[in-house]
């Protein structure tokens, strides 16, 4: 069986500006968690289906598409052995969440009592007590809530179908307040239906995502940008998933639906009102506006609670999609509005950033097969301007050999709010490169996987005053022998051209920066019960002044899980050492189900973690989980109001869920 608490460790191979997504990943779990109790039907499942899985790249999508047009109905999970282009292991994982068997025609009366739903409870405390939390000399603490955080969850599913969920949360450092939303901070909650029969195929009411095309415009859900498969460079979501996450910013408010009105067409239309957090500023030439929308979702501070729900935001927005046997090509338009003009900070990286109060987003996207090619990309206009692109190829060229090539061009006057291009910026702007990628199969048991992304900036960002060619590199080899064990090693190096301050500490000179890790990675797998993970990793950073930076980094995994025993244990020892922040070396972390840890570690030190947990037939759940981190040569832990007198730190999370 698919080991879904272990699903996360591929977040591993994150780019820094994508660790803000991780709480989106939360739901891919939870649709692979649904589809054990109710397994999708691979005989009427769509690519969209395929794709919302996770782990099925785009080519070994349309080997299973163009294999049953040809071949007709599957007979048995697996026939799906005599696929091309699909390996023995992605054939064994797939077999944990389909089937052939047909429940359609089921009413849904039927089809609900195979859904499964949860209650979740989670707390979350540091310790020692931070600087935030301490009132100094007289004056009261800077947080104004207790330092522990709070999390209540329901949903109730069946994937691809229905989905009724809500979610309260306060985290650490804010207030409970009982007269504001049942006391919590931030609260959510949806109702959705999709699949029907008839003209409206899904409707969705409360919070919930819209994803569309290639990012360029607007996309919610979780995209991965050059990750450790170099293949995986497709924007796959469904246009509109209810939204169960954590997050308090990426996601929509309101109404959405699918209609099909005729065949080979399909529309989506959404709408969304929602106060936002914003930096609110007011002069004698702008007046009042906001300079900035915030994404933490933080009310712990005075400053903090000043910002909450200072704008309001409404948009509206469509999507329509003409289909055929070879070619998806769909038009997607979206309106927003603020109760205040939006005025960025006046600064030379801001000068093209589109202002006002009323923005419009108007975007093609297509994805076709042309042989034995597959197509795809976005072109996009933000109020009218300059058109921003994405053009994709991906190619098997072989059953060794996959290619993907991806080419893209951001002006500087295309700033989406709610963008997730493959890009290497968070935000598709003032970009211009092209990405080549490779998987090349050297055996059954060996693979190896490198890219190569070379892009340019035309105008000045926040971290440089001019433009610059930046470029990254990885090179990585997997050996896997079935069950028994993994391996790989791999490099990666990155190219940044940043500012240095010049020996006037006045002015600053762009120069590069290059960064390069090396990383090797054993685990082992012992009577299907015991998992240990080995990783050394070393990273190596020079400045554009020349000065040299190094870190390493040594760890154990041990986990324990069997079918026979109802307990499950995992337990992290690492070792770090960095010369500063900047040769900081992240790694993910085991944690409670449904939530992510991905720390980085930076000085010198010890880290270790503990997670125990037990599950009870009738669907409880107990989980703990406790970090600690130890820092021999430095006296403070942390910065700000988070700061920790003492070179010790350690967190504490305890989570309960009932499964029904």
Known sequence: MYNLEESGQFLDFLEENQINLLSEQTQTIEYLHGLITAPLNINHCSISDLEELGFLSTLEIQSFTQYRKKYGPFISIYELQS???????????LSNFITVKDISAQPFTEIWKQSQGFALARSTAYMPIREGYKSISGNPPKYKGSPNSLLFRFRKYIPGQFSLGFTVEKDEGE????????????????????????????????????????????????????????????????????????????????????????????????GHALKRDATLREDEDRGSYFSAIQTSGYHRTENEINKKNAIRETIAGTKILWSSEQWDIGFNSMFSFYNRPYLPEKRIDNFWRPTGKKF???????????????????IATQNFGIPAFSLSILHGISRKLDLALLIRSFPESHYPQYSNAFSSRTSPTNEHGIYLGMNYHLSVLSELSLYLDTWKSNWPTFQRTGPAIDQDLLVRWNYKKKRNYKFYIHFKHKIRNDNTLNNNDISYTTSKNHQSNLRANFEKII????????????????LGNGTLENGYTSSQDIHFKSLESPWFYSLRFCYFSTDSYESRIYSYEPDVLYSFSIPFYYFKGMRSVLKVGRKWKNGLRLELRTGWTYLTNQDVVGSGNNTINGSFSQQLKVQAMYKF
């Open 527 to 542: 009577n299907q019960k015991w998992r240990f993970v080995t990783r050394i990793e070393w990273t190596r950073f020079l």
């Open 175 to 270: 207030p409970l307040n009982p007269k504001d939303k049942l006391g919590f901070d931030s609260h959510k909650f949806h109702l959705y239906r999709d699949n029907m029969k008839g003209f409206l195929k899904t409707i969705v009411i409360g919070d919930y995502r819209v994803n569309l095309g290639q990012g360029l415009t607007q996309y919610h859900g979780f995209g991965l940008t050059k990750s450790s498969n170099p293949i995986l460079i497709k924007r796959t979501g469904k246009v509109l998933q209810p939204f169960s996450g954590t997050s308090e910013f990426n996601f929509f408010r309101g109404i959405a639906f699918q209609i099909n009105p005729i065949p080979k067409i399909k529309i989506w239309g959404f």
């Open 83 to 93: 696929i091309p282009g699909i390996s023995m292991e992605k054939i064994l994982l």
């Open 360 to 378: 419009t987003l108007h975007s093609i996207d297509f994805s076709g097969n042309i042989k034995t090619l597959h197509i795809f990309g976005e």
